[in-house]
């Protein structure tokens, strides 16, 4: 599965998480050369608004307005955008975005919720992992052992409930 990205967001969390103060870690430079520009024509592109909205494993229903910063980032594996809430990755390669409220949640002392979804389109649908810090960390190794790679979010969906993760569904949409 897309372990490799889901490791980084989960482990990106954490500086974030303790930092409080919403601004994002330093990013890594791509150490080939000059880093890619986004193009103009981007799914994500900075200062939208994308929502993320769905349905916890426990049932809690959820709706979360993420706005992406004015500046482009830089190319490091994917486009990690600064989101008010966030994190917001957008993985092309592996048609993924990863998209948190772990600012929120942190803040207001309620649980991260963090989306994993397919791009579909123009938006993306997928997993909704919700939890503590540890919580969403303790999720790794359950999630290195589906190995399927997926091809639609409803196989994604099933391979992490099969490998024991309590996850939920969502949806990331852009704000029109």
């Given at each position: 599965?897309?372990?490799?990205?889901?490791?980084?967001?989960?482990?990106?969390?954490?500086?974030?998480?303790?930092?409080?103060?919403?601004?994002?870690?330093?990013?890594?430079?791509?150490?080939?050369?000059?880093?890619?520009?986004?193009?103009?024509n981007a799914l994500v592109r900075p200062g939208q608004t994308w929502v993320m909205t769905g349905t916890a494993a426990g049932g809690e229903r959820i709706s979360r307005e993420l706005k992406l910063s004015a500046q482009a980032p830089e190319w490091d594996n994917g486009?990690?955008?600064?989101?008010?809430?966030?994190?917001?990755?957008?993985?092309?390669?592996?048609?993924?975005?990863?998209?948190?409220?772990?600012?929120?949640?942190?803040?207001?002392?309620?649980?991260?919720?963090?989306?994993?979804g397919m791009v579909e389109g123009s938006g993306a649908r997928g997993v909704l992992l919700s939890g503590d810090l540890d919580t969403l960390q303790s999720y790794i190794p359950k999630l290195d052992a589906a190995t399927d790679e997926p091809r639609n979010a409803d196989e994604f969906v099933q391979a992490v409930r099969k490998a024991g993760v309590a996850a939920g569904t969502c949806t990331l949409t852009l704000k029109r």
């Open positions: 599965m897309k372990r490799h990205l889901v490791l980084a967001a989960l482990l990106t969390l954490t500086p974030l998480a303790h930092a409080g103060s919403g601004n994002a870690a330093p990013r890594a430079v791509t150490p080939f050369g000059t880093p890619k520009a986004l193009p103009g486009w990690d955008f600064e989101a008010d809430k966030g994190i917001f990755s957008w993985q092309p390669e592996d048609r993924l975005i990863i998209a948190t409220d772990v600012l929120t949640g942190m803040t207001d002392d309620t649980d991260i919720h963090m989306c994993l």
